[in-house]
């Protein structure tokens, strides 16, 4: 089978990064047909869009999409986020962050959980307004039924594939009663379906507080887009921080696979970009797209890098970006 594989760059180290996956994935027995589309500010400066059509033309025929990171450029009027706007016109409605312990003194043991992120709604649905002069502003959080259900099923489905007998369902539906109150009724639904899948509520602020106190003790945690980008962030610096922080984002009919981290811009052509948080994304391409045996693979050359300390500075080690992407291509 022939994989057709978006290759997203995008700004600072994101080609660096994704130069570096893409001579990984040539490392592993699969066969693959890279295309490069543009996405950023230096697409916006290029071709006076940070998101043209072809890129979203390019990602919906591929089995699934590789990206590095943007950068958000001073205010220009009229630029869009096309991060954002990607996931909207791709209805990436799924942001999965996974949290897993690394073999290194700066990561906790014991961690290994999932958190599912509604990525198209909430309060990023980005209806904003201006009243009075400019001197009150709304945002509306806007939570639907149909949202709700596919991420909280999602949750529930990637639960049973690995044999996870728990999900927490993350909201503050005790203050916000109608948003969170719909979004906990839906999931209290979807979760009758799973009856082998214990479902357990908490409050935002608490989960906060418990990832905290003791992350080892949540598996899946599912929730609305501005608590699961927050909570996300909060859960990569227990294990590593955002040099090895993946995610992917999932629709019906695409697929984006990201490090966490942003464009970075001093460490441009530096070698200090740590492409571990791609690596891991690509892993989770891999396995999106059924390919197990080379994303376990390609997870424990990473493993057995960090483990020996071969890594770039902000894990403690004196490697390049290329210098790690051959160690790992070695032990492939
Ligand atoms: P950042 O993630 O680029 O950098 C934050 C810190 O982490 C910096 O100290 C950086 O040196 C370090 N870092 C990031 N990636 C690293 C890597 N692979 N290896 C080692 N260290 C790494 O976030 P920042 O500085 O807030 O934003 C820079 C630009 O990136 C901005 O224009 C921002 O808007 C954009 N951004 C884009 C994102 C995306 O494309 N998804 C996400 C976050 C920020
Ligand atoms: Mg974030």
């Given at each position: 089978m022939t994989y057709k594989i978006t290759l997203l760059p995008g700004d600072g180290i994101g080609p660096e990064v994704i130069a570096a996956a893409e001579q990984v994935l040539c490392a592993l027995p699969l066969d693959i047909e890279f295309t490069r589309a543009e996405i950023g500010f230096g697409a916006y400066e290029r071709l006076g869009t940070p998101l043209p059509d072809s890129t979203l033309d390019a990602i919906r025929?591929?089995?699934?999409?590789?990206?590095?990171?943007?950068?958000?450029?001073?205010?220009?009027?009229?630029?869009?986020?096309?991060?954002?706007?990607?996931?909207?016109?791709?209805?990436?409605?799924?942001?999965?962050?996974?949290?897993?312990?690394?073999?290194?003194?700066?990561?906790?043991?014991?961690?290994?959980?999932?958190?599912?992120?509604?990525?198209?709604?909430?309060?990023?649905?980005?209806?904003?307004?201006?009243?009075?002069?400019?001197?009150?502003?709304?945002?509306?959080?806007?939570?639907?039924?149909?949202?709700?259900?596919?991420?909280?099923?999602?949750?529930?489905?990637?639960?049973?594939?690995?044999?996870?007998?728990?999900?927490?369902?993350?909201?503050?539906?005790?203050?916000?009663?109608?948003?969170?109150?719909?979004?906990?009724?839906?999931?209290?639904?979807?979760?009758?379906?799973?009856?082998?899948?214990?479902?357990?509520?908490?409050?935002?602020?608490?989960?906060?507080?418990?990832?905290?106190?003791?992350?080892?003790?949540?598996?899946?945690?599912?929730?609305?887009?501005?608590?699961?980008?927050?909570?996300?962030?909060?859960?990569?610096?227990?294990?590593?921080?955002?040099?090895?922080?993946?995610?992917?984002?999932?629709?019906?009919?695409?697929s984006v696979f990201e490090p966490v981290h942003g464009s970075a811009p001093p460490l441009v052509g530096t070698g200090k970009a740590n492409p571990t948080a791609t690596f891991l994304a690509t892993a989770m391409m891999l396995e999106h797209i059924g390919e197990t045996e080379s994303a376990a693979r390609l997870r424990s050359a990473i493993e057995s890098c960090i483990a020996e300390g071969q890594v770039t500075p902000d894990l403690g080690g004196t490697l390049t970006t290329t210098e790690m992407t051959e160690k790992v291509k070695c032990r492939l």
């Amino acid at each position: 089978m022939t994989y057709k594989i978006t290759l997203l760059p995008g700004d600072g180290i994101g080609p660096e990064v994704i130069a570096a996956a893409e001579q990984v994935l040539c490392a592993l027995p699969l066969d693959i047909e890279f295309t490069r589309a543009e996405i950023g500010f230096g697409a916006y400066e290029r071709l006076g869009t940070p998101l043209p059509d072809s890129t979203l033309d390019a990602i919906r025929s591929s089995h699934a999409a590789l990206f590095g990171a943007v950068t958000t450029p001073p205010n220009i009027p009229g630029y869009f986020s096309p991060v954002v706007r990607m996931r909207q016109k791709l209805d990436l409605y799924a942001n999965l962050r996974p949290t897993r312990s690394i073999p290194h003194p700066s990561s906790r043991p014991g961690i290994d959980m999932l958190i599912v992120r509604e990525n198209t709604e909430g309060l990023y649905s980005g209806v904003e307004r201006l009243e009075d002069d400019g001197n009150r502003a709304i945002t509306e959080r806007i939570i639907t039924r149909k949202g709700s259900e596919r991420i909280v099923r999602k949750a529930f489905d990637l639960a049973r594939q690995a044999g996870r007998n728990k999900v927490h369902v993350v909201h503050k539906a005790n203050v916000l009663r109608q948003t969170c109150g719909l979004f906990r009724a839906v999931a209290l639904e979807v979760a009758k379906e799973y009856p082998e899948i214990e479902m357990l509520e908490m409050l935002v602020d608490t989960c906060a507080m418990e990832l905290v106190r003791a992350p080892e003790q949540f598996e899946i945690i599912v929730t609305t887009n501005l608590f699961g980008d927050i909570l996300s962030d909060e859960a990569c610096m227990f294990v590593g921080g955002l040099g090895v922080a993946a995610s992917a984002n999932i629709g019906a009919q695409a697929s984006v696979f990201e490090p966490v981290h942003g464009s970075a811009p001093p460490l441009v052509g530096t070698g200090k970009a740590n492409p571990t948080a791609t690596f891991l994304a690509t892993a989770m391409m891999l396995e999106h797209i059924g390919e197990t045996e080379s994303a376990a693979r390609l997870r424990s050359a990473i493993e057995s890098c960090i483990a020996e300390g071969q890594v770039t500075p902000d894990l403690g080690g004196t490697l390049t970006t290329t210098e790690m992407t051959e160690k790992v291509k070695c032990r492939l």
